[in-house]
């Protein structure tokens, strides 16, 4: 048995006939299934990549148009900006591989607004129709080697279709640059106690803790940086610079370190300046005068007369030493900010007296006159135009009761004008929402914080326009429309709810500056539900 | 195991062929189709060497183009930031055979006109308003392509990608 089994092997072992060509037959086989695996899979694995890499790119660009709203859930161009950024054929990364006539069917794309539920971001509701994008792109490539497969009855062997997903949601990544200008009011109704549960002082006090979230989030300069020293408020590189105005104006040229209270504090209002020797915005076709010497312009002159009055601290990035800055010392100035003479934003609202023990206890509010904010709105936009960095976006945030109802700009004022025109006695509130319509079309973004909102409001206006309707209006959007929880509950206001407590003030600037972040990407296992 | 079978060396096979003997035809068989197969294995790993260049290139610049569309503001030299994005998500490829040209466009929707190009690894302002920085806008596109030269595609000699081989991989993104 033994010696038959080997008499065979001996004959397969020296039997060469038809050997070559089965052992070509076997290696032709084996190659055709490596160079399938590196070829074919290969050029899959490079295709599927520049899928992907375009589908996160589309994603991302759709993102930036979010979020979908009631308002323009019919004019949105989330859909059309992703595909430009796709690998669709004719768009922006349209790789070759991904299209006819290399790939059998050219890369299509499906874009999906919706939402996800992610803390301290932009939640939907009823206003916000999505706050993310889901896109999915497909294409189907060719095989060129384990097509041979065919033959054997496997017609899948052909084609691959590869598809990629990419999920991105409005905000939750870095801070983009922006030029903050925050519009306070310091009527006299701001030294009474506060009215809700925002903090237990003063709502002057309430407002600037507020503010003092603002700049302990906000990025002075760049990402990974120390600030540095800082030169007339600024740093060398700022990233988020932020101004102060306050309604009625307290400051007036040399006053400005009286009212922030790092010396003895004796702030003294002043009368509303605004005048239509200034400049005017119609009401019919409101729109923002530029700044220069033609007929209707704002002059510097003027524009510097009405921001020296307007304005306590001007656009400054001197209110934290390094990005990164966190702990129990969130305000340290950049340079040493607090003198009379130059005091920080910091110093302006209070936020060195909480941390450092300094002297500076924030602006008081001096009250003395009533509320009139469109003037405040008026020139907080004319000095960001005039003023702030071109590659950062300009946002406008107005805290207010906004009850407009007069002070100096009363009827028989020979400097106003009668006709309800920015500036005019009558119809404040609705100057108030021409000025911010403006201020929008020109490209700021404006938040309005109501405080202690009441019911009905705006006295003097003809038309018989609310508070409420007219913060409502002056926000860019319902999702930039907040009152806190002493007002009325205003019709479109957005809910705030962050740490557990709901529509404080702290909770609103908190939610404000969440939403100054930029688009980012989302894993595609996060709960998603798609816009009907 | 003893083997009481008759075996031929490949010397005493190779003698026989160079008479009328047919025993060592096979040998030859076997160096005709060796040789042709060593140049399709050569062939599938230089592929495959090629391809996955190919894929780092892309992974690589993709990484920088995610980098820069959300740096407006926050850098001050946008080369720089997307070569050192290419270089960490392509380790695979040698650094000192890439380069870079980005293509900042503050308004994409105008078409290539107000289009900055900038090639190589810096492009460093003093300024995030000034230079290129001062190009990379919200709402505008930044666009990244990504050069590896000495890539290999060469089998025996024969190039498959003649005029020097270079492959390159670009992508384009809005800018946040």
């Keep these: ?532 | 195991m003893t083997s009481h079978c008759k075996k031929q060396s490949i010397t005493a096979r190779v003698h026989s062929w160079s008479g009328s003997n047919e025993e060592g035809q096979a040998l030859v068989e076997f160096a005709l189709v060796a040789s042709m197969l060593l140049v399709v294995i050569t062939g599938i790993l230089i592929f495959g060497i090629f391809e996955m260049q190919l894929m780092s290139l892309t992974e690589g610049v993709n990484s920088a183009g995610r980098v820069l569309a959300v740096s407006a503001g926050l850098t001050l030299d946008p080369c720089a930031a997307a070569a050192q994005a290419v270089q960490n998500a392509a380790p695979l490829l040698s650094p000192s055979n890439l380069s870079y040209q980005i293509v900042l466009n503050p308004t994409p929707a105008s078409g290539s006109t107000t289009a900055q190009t900038y090639s190589g690894a810096s492009c460093s302002s003093t300024s995030t308003t000034t230079g290129a920085p001062g190009y990379l806008v919200s709402g505008g596109s930044v666009t990244v392509t990504a050069y590896a030269k000495k890539c290999s595609l060469a089998i025996f000699g024969k190039n498959f990608l003649p005029g020097g081989c270079q492959i390159y991989q670009t992508i384009t993104e809005i800018v946040q």
């Excluded at chain 1, 001007?314 to 990005?323: G, H, M």
């Excluded at chain 1, 110093?347 to 450092?356: E, I, K, L, T």
């Excluded at chain 1, 119809?427 to 909102?453: E, F, L, M, S």
């Design chain 1, 1 to 532: 048995m033994k010696r038959k089994s080997e008499f065979f092997l001996c004959r397969v072992i020296n039997d060469e006939s038809g050997q070559t060509l089965i052992w070509t037959a076997l290696m032709i086989a084996m190659l055709v299934g490596v160079g399938g695996l590196t070829v074919d899979l290969g050029r899959a694995y490079v295709s599927y990549r520049e899928l992907q890499a375009s589908t996160d790119a589309a994603a991302l660009a759709a993102a930036s148009q979010l979020p979908i709203t009631t308002t323009n859930k019919s004019s949105n161009t989330v859909s059309s900006t992703a595909t430009k950024y796709s690998s669709v054929s004719g768009n922006y990364n349209a790789f070759a591989n991904l299209n006819t006539p290399v790939a059998l069917t050219g890369a299509a794309i499906t874009v999906t607004p919706g939402c996800v539920n992610v803390s301290g971001l932009p939640q939907c509701d009823t206003g916000l129709l999505a706050n993310a994008v889901q896109v999915t792109q497909s294409v189907k490539i060719p095989t060129y080697f384990i097509r041979v497969l065919a033959a054997f009855g496997i017609q899948s062997a052909k084609s691959l279709t590869l598809s990629a997903t990419a999920t991105a949601q409005m905000r939750g990544a870095q801070r983009g640059p922006y030029n903050v200008a925050m519009a306070l009011d310091t009527t006299q109704s701001m030294t009474k106690p506060d009215g809700g549960s925002n903090c237990s002082g003063t709502k002057i006090q309430c407002a600037e803790q507020g503010a003092q979230i603002m700049l302990s989030q906000l990025s002075p300069c760049l990402p990974g940086t120390t600030c540095g020293t800082a030169t007339a408020g600024n740093v060398t590189n700022p990233v988020d610079e932020v101004s102060l105005f306050t309604f009625p104006p307290q400051t007036a040229g040399t006053q400005v370190g009286n009212d922030e209270g790092c010396t003895a504090k004796t702030p003294s209002e002043i009368a509303y300046p605004d005048s239509t020797a200034y400049a005017t915005v119609s009401h019919s076709t409101p729109t923002m005068p530029p700044v220069g010497t033609a007929t209707g312009d704002l002059t510097t002159a003027n524009l510097q007369t009405l921001v020296n009055q307007y304005q306590v601290v001007p656009l400054s990035s001197n209110y934290r030493s390094s990005d990164n800055t966190t702990g129990t010392s969130p305000l340290t100035v950049a340079s040493s900010g607090g003198s009379s003479t130059a005091p920080s934003i910091v110093d302006a609202v209070g936020g060195n007296s909480y941390f450092w023990g300094k002297s500076c206890t924030g602006m008081d509010a001096k009250g003395g006159e009533s509320t009139f904010y469109a003037g405040a709105l008026f020139v907080s936009q004319e000095y960001l135009a005039a003023n702030a960095r071109t590659n950062a976006t300009n946002v406008l945030v107005l805290l207010s009761d906004g009850d407009a109802n007069g002070g100096t700009m009363s009827a028989g004022n020979s400097n106003l004008n009668s006709n309800g025109s920015y500036p005019s006695a009558i119809n404040q509130c609705q100057q108030a929402i021409d000025i911010a319509t403006a201020a929008k079309a020109a490209g700021t973004k404006i938040y309005v914080v109501g405080y202690g909102v009441a019911s009905g409001g705006c006295e003097v206006d003809t038309n018989g326009l609310t508070a409420c309707q007219t913060l409502r209006s002056i926000a860019s959007s319902d999702q930039n429309f907040f009152v806190d929880g002493s007002s009325t509950k205003c019709a479109g206001a957005t809910s705030v709810t962050v740490g557990g407590v709901t529509d404080t003030l702290g909770a609103i600037f908190t939610a404000i500056v969440g939403d100054l972040t930029l688009p980012r990407l989302l894993p595609n296992t996060i709960a998603f539900t798609p816009t009907s």
